[in-house]
């Protein structure tokens, strides 16, 4: 039996396997297990095996879990002796953005992930991380919902101060906050700041690029870039594999982002395939609990070989 775990944010998946059929596939909300909101406590990590504690088995089985938060070596290692210790079967952790490249059939690829927060994640030859942004929404996470709504609104305040008349941009931010003005849009953003609030307006700003408003056009394409320069940041600092696997609600969902991402990769010399994945990223959890099973002693796509794709 294997089980994989796909800890977001909001939402937790969990896939288990026996003998290449499906036991249970179940999602819930992530506060559902995680009462404390700390994932390597004891109440979180006896929360966390209770989603498929019922099934026959269960306790010997190889799980691999890929988890939002795990964003430091100490993080990782940390929730790894937490599962350990608890589990009596093989586990692994990593941050979830390392489940896309084995979602997507791929043992090396550099993974963007793109959603409620952005990150881009790569693993040297010797299997370690190599990761470039992920600092959270307010500083960072270029291309993620909020961040984006963040970008949007600066440049309306820039906007402002240039005396230039507001566009589709300001008019669907305006009203999408219920104010008169740009005062009025800060207050709503930063008087409560709650990264809900301000990624349910992201779509605001695809809409206004597309109805013309170059201020929403040019923070979509900035943002694009940033991603871009992340990717180049993790392949010159080592990252193998030439494929690129981008998951996340924004970046999935949003051609326009997508399309821009690809292209300022080729404007920076990058030569990555670049794939959107199609597929749950609880596959990858799954891939990585397989060969768990399969190897005893392995470690799951550590350390690297040249790409290639898995049959």
């Known amino acids: ?23 249970l596939d179940r999602s819930v909300p992530t506060a559902e297990w995680q009462a404390d909101g700390k994932l390597d406590s004891p109440a979180s990590v ?33 929730f790894q002796s937490a599962l350990a210790e608890a589990h009596r079967g093989r586990t692994w952790t990593v941050n979830d953005v390392e489940l896309l490249g084995p979602a997507a059939g791929f043992d090396d690829a550099i993974a963007v992930i793109a959603g409620t927060g952005s990150k881009v994640v790569g693993r040297l030859a010797d299997g370690s991380p190599v990761t470039a942004g992920g600092y959270g929404y307010i500083l960072n996470d270029p291309g993620s919902a909020p961040a984006l709504v963040r970008d949007a609104v600066r440049s309306l305040f820039d906007a402002v101060d240039e005396r230039e008349q507001p566009d589709q941009l300001a008019d669907a931010l305006f009203a999408h906050f219920g104010v008169d003005d740009v005062v009025g849009l800060s207050n709503a953003l930063t008087v409560h700041p709650r990264i809900t609030r301000w990624g349910a307006a992201a779509p605001l ?42 998951a996340g609600g924004v970046i999935t969902n949003q051609p326009r982002l997508f399309q821009a991402f690809h292209e300022r990769l080729r404007t920076r010399g990058l030569g990555h395939v670049v794939h959107l994945l199609t597929a749950a990223p609880v596959e990858g959890a799954l891939a990585m609990a397989r060969r768990l099973s399969a190897q005893p002693g392995a470690v799951p796509f550590a350390p690297s070989t040249p790409s290639r794709r898995k049959s």
Do not use: W
Not at 214 to 237: F, G, N, P
């Open 205 to 246: 700003v695809f809409a206004a690029a597309d109805a013309g408003s170059r201020r929403a056009a040019r923070v979509i394409d900035d943002a694009a870039d940033e991603l871009a320069r992340s990717v180049q940041l993790v392949h010159r600092h080592g990252a193998v594999g030439r494929h690129v696997v981008c």
């Open 46 to 78: 006896q929360g966390l095996l209770a989603l498929f504690g019922g099934l026959p088995g269960s306790a010997e089985a190889a799980l691999a879990v890929g988890a939002h938060g795990l964003d430091s070596e100490a993080q990782t290692l940390a």
């Open 1 to 23: 039996m294997i089980v994989g775990i796909d800890i977001g944010g909001t939402k937790t998946h969990v896939r288990a396997e026996s003998d290449g059929a499906t036991l």
